[in-house]
């Protein structure tokens, strides 16, 4: 069982950053692949990035590529998204996933998950 908590959400302006942090518990969480999930109002949630168990390995949806950084401290059991170049677009709540295939985009490949949280860009 894993259990995962989000945190580092809040207000930005457009072209700022911010930083993500998704703590994860249980013995096994350095063999999982996670994930960043994303839900803007009005619409489905959506892939964001994920990330290889040993951190190795990454994937990112287009819209964000070359603007946001996934990556993991298995040390700390802690998941992170750097985001940066922030657009209006990009306001969401973002979640965390814990799952078994770590180029996956669809949700049902992920097992676990956390509450959420929010980000609001501002223009």
């Known amino acids: 069982q894993v259990q995962l908590v989000e945190s580092g959400g809040g207000l930005a302006q457009a072209g700022g950053s911010l930083r993500l942090s998704c703590a994860a518990s249980?013995?096994?969480?350095?063999?999982?692949?996670m994930a960043w999930f994303r839900q803007c109002p009005g619409k489905e949630r959506e892939f964001v990035a994920s990330?290889?168990?040993?951190?190795?390995?990454?994937w990112y949806a287009d819209s964000v590529k070359g603007r946001f950084a996934i990556s993991r401290d298995n040390a700390k059991n802690t998941l992170y998204l750097q985001m940066n170049s922030l657009k209006p677009e990009d306001t969401a709540v973002y979640y965390c996933a814990a799952g078994n295939t770590p180029w996956a985009k669809e949700e049902t490949r992920y097992a676990y998950w956390g509450q959420g949280t929010q980000v609001t860009v501002s223009s």
């Open positions: 249980g013995r096994t969480v350095h063999m999982y692949s």
């Open positions: 990330i290889s168990g040993s951190g190795d390995y990454t």
